[in-house]
């Protein structure tokens, strides 16, 4: 079955540095990858997502980039600020959110 | 607020006990679901619903009982529990159809003692 993984599982930035979070899938069926924001104690909010017929999509400071021949899809963001530090979570699905497969989550740090 | 509320937020319930998750959403979604999120893990699809009928049901023991009564609000049935059940439950909503937004509720965080 699909299995997504997730890099790092935890990553420290100085605040106003850039942090990539990479992530790989399985299933090259696959067309649909959103990532997830969930802020402590929070619940998880759609921040950004991709669809497989384009390779990039940006939204203000974040964007996501998706490589279908390699499998792996990155979230970027830039010029970090402390509202940033949240674990995120990506997950890729080939037809419907039932069946999003989920990767473990990246803790990011915002350093003052 | 993203329009899906659970409750109770806080739970702990002994290895016999019988208790029920609930979760409502007014955002006008036709699908629910029921996640279990463990520290440091994905996040497991444990039951979906759509159009009031469940059409997943991921390999869940049978102390997870689910119940849909309507399209607004789902529930989580929980009897003899193990310890190892504890983690957030959370519930989430979205339009039935191909990969849309799912709207997360804040969770349940349950204790089995």
């Known amino acids: 079955g699909e299995n997504v993984e997730q890099h790092p599982s935890t990553l420290s930035v100085q605040e106003g540095d850039s942090a990539v979070i990479k992530c790989t899938y399985s299933?090259?069926?696959?067309?649909?990858f959103p990532w997830y924001k969930q802020e402590l104690g929070k619940r998880p909010q759609l921040i950004i997502d991709?669809?497989?017929n384009v390779g990039e999509k940006k939204d203000q400071r974040i964007a996501v980039t998706l490589n279908k021949t390699a499998k792996h899809f990155s979230l970027h963001i830039t010029e970090t600020q402390p509202e940033d530090s949240a674990v995120y979570f990506c997950?890729?699905?080939?037809?419907?959110?039932?069946?999003?497969?989920w990767g473990a989550g990246t803790k990011l740090i915002i350093k003052p | 607020e993203t329009g899906v509320t659970q409750t109770p937020r806080h739970l702990v319930m002994g290895m016999t006990n019988k208790k029920s998750l609930k979760c409502e959403q007014h955002?006008?979604?036709?699908?629910m679901y029921w996640y279990k999120q463990s520290a440091k893990k994905p996040l497991e699809l444990m039951f979906v619903?759509?159009?009031?009928?469940?059409?997943e049901n991921n390999s869940v023991p049978s102390r997870f009982s689910p119940e849909c009564p309507n399209s607004s609000h789902l529930f989580l049935h929980l009897h003899t529990l193990q310890p190892e059940d504890s983690a957030l439950y959370l519930c989430?909503?979205?339009?039935?159809?191909?990969?849309?937004?799912?709207?997360f509720g804040q969770g349940t965080r349950l204790t089995v003692v």
């Open positions: 619903y759509s159009l009031e009928e469940r059409v």
């Open positions: 997950a890729a699905s080939k037809g419907s959110n039932y069946q999003l497969i």
């Open positions: 299933d090259s069926a696959s067309n649909y």
């Open positions: 955002l006008g979604h036709n699908a």
């Open positions: 989430a909503s979205s339009h039935q159809g191909e990969n849309t937004e799912a709207f």
């Open positions: 991709i669809r497989s």
